[in-house]
């Protein structure tokens, strides 16, 4: 069974940076996409960036311009670089593989945003 193991979070002032690493426990084949996700209390999880196998890359409005994910396939990990944190930013991230056959979810690492 894969696991994906997260860290990197913490507290940080606002106009802070954080980067969110997230790696599996083995090798991961026919990867489709590598997504993270938060949630902050009462809210719905959401999507906040992901990249496709090819590098495309998407991110939710909120974080453009701040946020960038990148990955390295050869270490099967995905990466979120957090630029000029916001308090609003404050959540639980988590990290989503899915491949052509199953979807992975990591446990989440907390990210708090003091103003």
């Known amino acids: 069974q894969v696991q994906l193991v997260e860290s990197g979070g913490g507290l940080v002032q606002a106009g802070g940076s954080l980067r969110l690493s997230c790696a599996a426990s083995?090798?991961?084949?026919?990867?489709?996409?590598m997504d993270w996700y938060r949630q902050a209390p009462g809210n719905k999880r959401e999507l906040v960036a992901s990249?496709?196998?090819?590098?495309?890359?998407n991110y939710a409005d909120s974080v453009k311009g701040r946020f960038t994910i990148s990955r390295d396939n050869a270490k099967n990990t995905v990466y979120l670089q957090m630029n000029n944190l916001k308090p609003e930013d404050t959540a639980v991230y988590y990290c989503r593989i899915t491949t052509n056959q199953a979807l992975y979810w990591g446990q989440g690492t907390q990210v708090t945003v003091s103003s």
């Open positions: 083995r090798s991961i084949f026919n990867i489709y996409t």
């Open positions: 990249i496709t196998s090819g590098g495309t890359t």
